[in-house]
Structures are given as C-alpha cells and as structure tokens.
C-alpha cells in the first residue's frame, strides 16, 4: 500500500515521523486526520511524542526493528520506555540522529563525523556493524536514504558501486528515487514499513510508481 498525506500540513514526512515495523514516532501536535490517515497506511501503533520539546522526530530519531537512537540532548519523552521500546542514548555533538544515521537489523551508515564512541555503542547495543561513510556524496544520510525489509531507496546522486555496497549490507534491493516533485531527500520525504508506505502529496506519479516498485 502506498498513499500520500501530509503531517503538520508538511510534504516531508520523514522530518516529522520516525517508523519501524513495530511502532511509530509521530509529533504530538500532529492533527487528528493526519494521525488517522498515517496509522491506516503504516499498520502499527503511532505514539505521540516530543522529542527535547520538538516535533522533528524524524530528523532527531533513527528507528528500526531493533530500537530507537536519540542524542541525550534531545531526551525522548518516558512514554517510550513506558512502551518497552528499547532506547540508545549517544553522547553525540552530531544530535540530528535521524539525519545522520539509517539502520536496519543487519547493519547501520553514519554521518562521517559520528564519533567513534557513538559507533561502539551501537555495534555493542544492537548487535549490528556501523559503516561511517556518505550516501551520494551526503553526509546526511538518513535524509536521503530510506528502507523497509523489502526495499531501499537513495538519492539519485548514487554510483552503482555504492547501490552493490548499500544490498550487501542491507540485505535489500536498492534504488534511486525522487519524492515530493524532483526532491533528492527521499529519507526526510518518505515514510515505510512491511505494511504500508506514505509520501508526501507533492510526490509525482512518475514518482510514485519508482517508490511502489521498490518498497511494496
């Protein structure tokens, strides 16, 4: 399933909303038609949460099957460990933790800068390797980067080298794509799971079908 919205009446999804296959991070403020809509295309609970007071989840969380990351900067709310969601704090000058990291169950890339106590931290707590490296020459790489265990989508800035590198740690088929008409920020733009994905209204239909192909 794929299906356009809008979150915070925002085109970048990404920016707002933190998925995985097991819940949801969406900003406490987000409207209740928007909620409803989300909850139907990503079939998981969605939690209402600040993080460090802000409603920029996404930029601020990487999530995954295996837990949440978040700079202690940005202290998420309790709600999350009421919920038994595991949570990893890094002392990290690089806060922007969804930005600068994408992971799944079988491997993470980094921002560059990520020091190297934030990367053992996260190969000790979660069991996987960390590749501190640029997708498409962008240090950013959880906003130009987005996956579910079916699929991965980068930004069109890619070589083929990097794509062969990207599957063999991911264990998924990589692709590029734009969203949200032309924008290379597929991860701040697009939010998917096993169950559904959502993009933004702006995103073409051209758009939507590369998206669908790799992530449904």
Known sequence: MIKKTRVLRSDFLGVYCSVSDDFALVPSPIEESEFKRLS??????????????????????????????????????????????????????????GNNIIMNRHGAIAHTGLSKASVKLIEDTFGIEVIKRTIGGIKTVGSVAVMNDRGMLVTPTVTEDEIKFLEDLFRVQVKT???????????????????????????TPIELGRIDDTLS
């Open 40 to 97: 139907g295309i990503l079939g998981v609970d969605l939690y209402r949460v600040m993080v460090g007071n802000s409603p920029l989840i996404g930029s601020l969380v990487a999530s995954s099957s295996l837990g949440v990351i978040v700079a202690k900067d940005y202290a998420p709310d309790n709600f999350l460990v009421e919920q038994e969601i595991p949570v990893l704090m890094l002392n990290e000058k690089l806060n922007a933790i």
């Open 177 to 203: 794509a734009t969203a949200n008409f032309g924008s290379i920020y597929v991860g701040s733009s697009i939010l998917t799971n096993s169950n559904g994905t959502a993009v933004g209204m702006s995103t």
